[in-house]
């Protein structure tokens, strides 16, 4: 967390110094041992055209018999002697039938996962290689997959220093990834190994538990990520690709208690267990340095900013990001209408600055902002790093109870329908739903009103007192209370207007049983404006976003504490960036009709 100064800073003091091709099918063969060899475009229209395809096998770090398959792209034309920085990709979406599923190609071929950054950054024209490495499991690689695990660290360890070793290599590594190959990014920074240069991890998990459970209540795809990522390991691959490949791309079918294990990792629902700690990614960042690129949408329904705060904060090198109202995409992403996904120019060329920074040692030409950060007002803001504050705070919320019912009785008593969604969902981290299903429209209005009637219900809320002045929340909230009762509990912060509008923008949720219960919320950065209030409610779990069991019971709530770290807008240096497209589609969705209540707690100003 960096403490804002008194004094605004200066816009130059936030900056960092310094698809595959359609066309006819060409057989051509599928392997080469050459690395000055290899496929070209001309050969094989699935190859990037610029570089030249060839495939390598080598075994994983952890003595386990583990063979690693690589896609290994070099410039074309690249001459025996010559060696250039490699980019790198760990993951399970590089088979050549397809990412997550059978993609119809007729012949085989390296994915095309990552073509629009090769092409967008002119990769290979600009001196690089790119390498594409199967996990344990997936594609051509061998072993059982290992969701996260130490057998997938073990696989990180080996590719990072495999391309750091190659005849072709200058011994220097950056990684690069979204979704699951940035996961396995921020696993290459927590290894800390000498090749490893930088980091570019788009929307990563940063603990894989929380992935499955939010502090042991399960998500819906408590079983489905698993059926997704068994279903990947165990997809045919093309009858061309080359004998080597396919007999290890049938090693899942061969080993099905491979897939057993898998499953049955997911259903440990103790985060303290061995199992999860060993894929705590933010805890073991502590004392990392490797030089780290991230991006993060704060309102992200599928990798969700829990414990980016705790990673960002444990690693010590230098960091560059991203952050802001956005979805599951990447950053050269568009939507339907050319609107660019995250409302920022110029990803391409800003990656590409910072691997020529620390794998090529050139001097930037531009001064990127360090953190580039998007609040919710759709306005982007340069800043040194994340959070910064301009103070702490915590406030007192109060007593109160609810019953852990899943919102039954409120609906039963406003005669509402109940919400829909929460099935199970089998997606991999590609492929979660946008938005998560919603309570019924009325029900925080109804419960409001409830509770102002005197009665225990499904939720308690408590109210602020109008904001003098704008105000951001920022960093990692966290509320804490005293329980009397078992059960669960849900908390959302709302920003509630004077029009009685209010949008809620952040939430978790947490298994409760007597004593005192302490859950951080999401990592937010929303823009309180003046004149609105912040709602907190406290209740039972009321969406489909959880596969939650209500207990019944009443759960007393006594002294509770909203901690916070507040930023004042009006110290904002700001930098390039229109309002990404979602932050509409998210308001829609999760904003109702709740008037504040009186207030019983007054905001510092920050």
């Given amino acids: ?81 010559q060696k250039v920085p490699v980019i790198l990709s760990v993951g399970p979406y590089f088979g050549h039938s397809g990412q997550t599923d059978d993609e119809g190609f007729t012949h085989t071929g390296p994915s095309a996962r990552f073509n629009d950054f090769i092409e967008g950054s002119d990769l290979f024209k600009q001196g690089y290689a790119f390498v594409m490495v199967d996990l344990r499991g997936f594609g051509g690689s061998t072993g059982c997959l290992d969701w996260g695990g130490p057998g997938e660290q073990a696989d990180v360890k080996a590719a990072v220093d495999w391309a750091g070793k190659q005849s072709w290599s200058t011994g220097k590594v950056g990684m690069y990834g979204k ?40 998500r819906p795809n408590v079983t489905g990520t698993a059926n997704a990522y068994n279903s990947i390991a165990t997809l045919p691959q093309l009858a061309d690709d080359d004998p080597h490949y396919l007999a290890n791309a049938t090693y899942e079918q061969q080993h099905p208690e491979c897939l057993t294990r898998n499953a049955d990792g997911y259903k440990i629902a103790d985060q303290k267990s061995a199992h999860w700690k060993a894929r705590d990614l933010a805890a073991k960042a502590k004392g990392s340095d490797t030089p780290l690129f991230v991006t993060q949408g704060f309102v992200e329904n599928n990798t969700k900013p829990e414990e980016m705060q705790e990673y960002l904060d444990n690693h010590h090198g230098p960091e560059r990001g991203w952050l802001g109202q956005w979805d599951h995409v990447r950053g050269g992403d568009r939507v339907s209408d050319g609107r660019l996904a995250m409302g920022r120019e110029g990803w391409y060329a800003e990656t590409l600055s910072f691997y020529d920074q620390y794998l090529k040692g050139k001097r930037p030409r531009v001064s990127y902002p360090a953190f580039a950060i998007e609040d919710s007002t759709g306005a982007w803001r340069a800043e040194r790093g994340w959070p910064t504050t301009s103070r702490t705070t915590t406030v007192r919320l109060g007593d109160g109870a609810y019953v852990d019912d899943g919102g039954a009785s409120a609906r039963n008593t406003l005669s509402l329908s109940p919400q829909g969604g929460g099935k199970p969902g089998d997606f991999d981290m590609e492929h979660a739903p946008a938005l998560d299903p919603v309570a019924p429209q009325g029900l925080a209005k109804g419960l409001a009103g409830i509770q ?24 990692t909230p966290n509320i804490s209370f005293k329980a009397k009762g078992s059960g669960n509990v849900m908390l959302k912060l709302y920003d509630v207007g004077p029009d009685g509008k209010a949008a809620m923008f952040d939430e978790q949720v947490s298994l409760v049983k007597s004593g005192r219960v302490s859950v951080d919320l999401k990592a937010t950065d929303w823009t309180l404006k ?36 507040l930023d004042d807008p009006a110290r904002d240096v700001a930098t390039a960036g229109a309002r990404s497209p979602f932050l509409d589609t998210y308001l829609r969705q999760y904003t109702v009709t709740l008037a504040a209540g009186e207030g019983s707690f007054t905001l510092p100003r920050a």
């Fill in 179 to 218: 979704s699951y190959d940035a996961v396995t990014g921020l696993i290459g920074n927590d290894l800390d190994q000498k090749p490893l240069k930088a980091v570019v991890a788009q929307e990563p998990v940063w603990d894989l538990y929380q992935y499955i459970y939010s502090n042991g209540v399960p």
């Fill in 452 to 475: 102002e009637a005197g009665a225990v219900t499904s939720s308690w809320f408590t109210w602020s007192r109008p904001l003098a002045r704008d105000t951001r929340i920022t960093g």
């Fill in 1 to 81: 967390m960096i403490r804002r100064p008194e004094v605004a800073l200066a816009a130059a003091s936030a900056v960092v110094a310094g698809l595959a091709l359609a066309g006819p099918a060409v057989a051509s063969p599928a392997h080469h041992a050459s690395p000055r060899g290899g496929t070209t475009h001309a050969e094989n229209d699935r190859v990037p055209a610029g570089s030249a395809w060839t495939q390598e096998y080598f075994p994983s770090s952890d003595r386990s018999g583990t063979q690693l398959h690589a896609d290994v792209l070099l410039p074309e034309g690249l001459r025996k002697g």
């Fill in 530 to 565: 003046a004149g609105h209030v912040l709602g907190v409610e406290v209740g039972s779990i009321q969406s489909g976003s959880w596969r939650d069991t209500p207990s019944g019971e009443t759960i007393a709530v006594d002294d509770a504490r909203l901690a916070l770290a």
